[in-house]
């Protein structure tokens, strides 16, 4: 199983290089061509051109677009993602701030839509044939109307206004202060340090976005293993299991749950990577210092290197979920596994 396993990351590395190089190329090209002055939104008002020229030589924008591609990508290949030209500070500097604060949102968010999903999906099939399936399936259909940035509107006007139980602001209460070794992840900072105050500030702070990413992959969830447990349900060995007098709790959970989560499982692999591009506008509402908020500033301030970097570790992020996805299916797979050893 290890061996498979990581011959499988193996085959996905090799995988994601042409992926990487497609893509750092395509947002290259596509922000070059985009109508828009770089160094002209970022020079103060009194610049000269002799000031505009120094700055456009600087960044390499006074080269060709094929040198300045390789030398970005030289410069990628050895770390380094340039400078910022609106923030005039390293590209990578303002990742490693902004990167733990999305990774924590992302993580919390997918847990909770996972375990929402699959205990709605579990509900609505024990609830099958009643009228708790259909008030369920309607609260799916609606889940799904509305999308992650209208649930973010929505959690503030409710549970940040109305019923102030969540703050919606930042990432922590300002009057707080961090631990002097802060690693950027602020769950780890708050635990390693043993401030209490701290972990419930961060969870608090986290709620609410994390909730609104949840909503949306919950219901898709729901409705898959919904359906997959119905296919499942009809198989003989569930069937020999109900002859030997096994409850149908036990029958769900025990036998049918197992092989109906594999679509389900393909699904949250999916729906993980469509969930770091819904971080963007959440972050931007519930103004979280992420990777979400960098890019829209970098976007508005037309910040080509930060763009760039802020997409090539999108596409990393994405392919990265999507090879822990295909090791785990791997893992509760049989028949995958079977294969890959007669391969």
């Known amino acids: 199983m290890a061996f498979l396993a990581l011959q499988l990351l193996i085959k996905r590395a090799f995988l994601a290089v042409p992926i990487l190089l497609c893509v750092s190329a395509l947002v290259f090209l596509i922000l070059r061509l985009l109508p828009a002055d770089p160094i002209a939104m970022s020079v103060p008002p009194g ?63 997918f847990m909770l839509g996972v375990v929402i999903g699959i205990a709605g999906g579990l509900g609505m099939f024990m609830l099958r044939g009643r009228w708790g ?54 769950l780890v900072d708050a635990a390693l ?48 299991a109900r002859l030997r007098g096994t409850s149908e709790t036990r029958i769900v959970i025990r036998h049918a749950f197992p092989n109906a989560a594999l679509p389900t499982l393909s699904l949250i692999g999916v729906q993980g990577g469509f969930m770091f591009g819904g971080t963007v506008l959440v972050e931007m509402i519930f103004a979280y210092p992420g990777l979400g908020n960098l890019m829209i500033d970098a976007v508005r301030n037309h910040d080509l290197p930060v ?37």
């Open 307 to 343: 763009i760039q970097a802020v997409a090539l570790i999108y596409c990393i992020l994405v392919l990265g979920i999507n090879a822990v996805v295909d090791v785990i299916y791997l893992a509760v797979n049989p028949r995958l596994r079977l294969k890959g050893r007669a391969a």
């Open 47 to 109: 610049a000269t051109q002799a000031d505009y020229d120094m700055l456009r030589i600087s960044f390499g924008l006074d080269r060709s677009l094929p040198e300045q591609y390789l030398i970005w990508l030289g410069k990628l290949l050895h770390g380094d993602f340039g400078g910022s030209i609106f923030f005039r500070r390293p590209v990578m500097e303002l990742i490693s701030k902004a990167l733990p604060a999305t990774l924590e949102l992302v993580s919390f968010g």
């Open 193 to 240: 340090s043993l401030r209490f105050d701290l972990l419930m500030s961060v969870l608090a702070h986290m709620a609410l976005p994390a909730l609104a990413l949840a909503i949306g992959i919950a219901p898709l969830l729901m409705r898959v293993l919904r359906s997959s447990l119905l296919e499942t349900i009809h198989e003989d060995y569930v069937t020999q």
């Open 133 to 186: 399936e259909q008030v369920l399936d309607g609260s799916t259909t609606v889940m799904m109307a509305i999308p992650e940035f209208l649930w973010a509107i929505l959690l503030i006007l409710f549970l940040g206004v109305l019923v102030p139980v969540f703050p919606f602001i930042g990432r922590l209460a300002p009057d707080l202060t961090l631990p002097p070794a802060a690693t950027g992840f602020l």
